[in-house]
T-cell receptor
Framework: AQRVTQPEKLLSVFKGAPVELKCNYS??????LFWYVQYSRQRLQLLLR??SRESIKGFTADLNKGETSFHLKKPFAQEEDSAMYYC???????????FGKGTLLTVNP | NAGVTQTPKFRVLKTGQSMTLLCAQD?????MYWYRQDPGMGLRLIHY???????AKGEVPDGYNVSRLKKQNFLLGLESAAPSQTSVYFC????????????FGPGTRLTVT
């Protein structure tokens, strides 16, 4: 069974500081990881996925199989990055996603 | 395109009452999902459907039933509401070819007293 862990429920940083949201997975097969974001009063939306190796809104995430991690990083946080972030995995399934419990990021001015 | 819509947006129920949440999508997506979002618990899959006429149980299906009579609609039913079902419910859909990208509705906030 796949399991996704986000160890931090809350994360607070100051504007301009680097930010890292942690995500660890335990799927024994080939993980297919992603990050979703939910801004205040907006719908949950896909931020990025590891297979595309993209950078969205300055965020990047690298799959580290040795550490079984997929941490989300941004070198300089902005106030508009304040949101709930969910890490997830779809490994082993063609249509189901398993989400972590989420991390609420607050970027202070 | 309206995307994914959910009806109603808010509802307060008394214990034992029943209700149906409606999810509709106009993107011709094959897959549809119902999640509940609780503080500290994240998003948990209740039921899902891989096509019209099909449904399957997710992680937390107890106390809920679903139906997918039409491709564009996915209904979530609570036959006898309990306070533990107080939550925010999200519907989502995804096309066959993109399993990562689910399109979410705005959510329904349900309170059971």
């Amino acid at each position: 069974a796949q399991r996704v862990t986000q160890p931090e429920k809350l994360l607070s940083v100051f504007k301009g500081a680097p930010v890292e949201l942690k995500c660890n997975y335990s799927y024994s097969g080939s993980p297919e990881l992603f990050w979703y974001v939910q801004y205040s009063r907006q719908r949950l939306q896909l931020l990025l996925r590891h297979i595309s190796r993209e950078s969205i809104k300055g965020f990047t995430a690298d799959l580290n199989k040795g550490e079984t991690s997929f941490h989300l990083k941004k070198p300089f946080a902005q106030e508009e990055d304040s949101a709930m972030y969910y890490c997830g995995d779809s490994g082993g399934s063609n249509y189901k996603l398993t989400f972590g419990k989420g991390t609420l990021l607050t970027v202070n001015p | 395109n309206a995307g994914v819509t959910q009806t109603p947006k808010f509802r307060v129920l008394k214990t034992g009452q029943s209700m149906t949440l409606l999810c509709a999508q106009d993107m011709n997506h094959e897959y549809m999902y119902w999640y509940r979002q609780d503080p500290g618990m994240g998003l948990r899959l209740i039921h899902y459907s891989v096509g019209e006429g099909t449904t399957a149980k997710g992680e937390v299906p107890d106390g809920y039933n679903v139906s997918r009579l039409k491709k564009q609609n996915f209904l979530l039913g609570l036959e006898s509401a309990a306070p533990s079902q107080t939550s925010v419910y999200f519907c989502a859909s995804s096309p066959t070819i993109s399993k990562y990208e689910q399109y979410f509705g705005p959510g329904t906030r349900l309170t059971v007293t």
